[in-house]
């Protein structure tokens, strides 16, 4: 596991460079609104949405090589549980609830 660091440690910094284009496109086009296209908004909030989660996968997968099995197992777990919980719409929902009642 330790041989896929690098690529991992790739992958992660092309993610981010391309989140903080993204987020920074949707900020500017809020203010301006300079882009049009209904197709090319729905997918700059797709990578918005699902790349902040990806970028945390492939950071994660990186620092976990370093680690015994036993963090792994644990790791897997959670990320297992995180994308699983994707396919039920109103999780997210709930869960933006939940954390919007936290005083």
């Known amino acids: 596991?330790?041989?896929?660091?690098?690529?991992?440690?790739?992958?992660?910094?092309?993610?981010?460079?391309?989140?903080?284009?993204?987020f920074a496109v949707l900020i500017l086009n809020a203010n301006f609104e300079f882009i049009?296209?209904?197709t090319i908004m729905q997918i700059?909030?797709?990578?918005?949405?699902n790349g902040s989660l990806a970028l945390m996968e492939v950071v994660g997968l990186e620092a976990i090589s370093k680690?015994?099995?036993i963090i792994r197992i644990?790791?897997?777990a959670l990320l297992a549980l995180i994308v699983v919980f994707l396919f039920f719409p109103d999780t997210y929902a709930n869960l933006i609830t939940a954390?919007?009642?936290i005083k």
Do not use: C, S
């Open 99 to 101: 954390v919007g009642q």
């Open 44 to 49: 700059l909030q797709i990578i918005q949405n």
């Open 67 to 69: 680690r015994n099995i």
């Open 36 to 38: 049009n296209n209904v």
């Open 74 to 76: 644990a790791f897997y």
């Open 1 to 22: 596991m330790k041989a896929l660091e690098p690529i991992f440690d790739i992958i992660g910094e092309i993610l981010a460079i391309v989140l903080v284009i993204t």
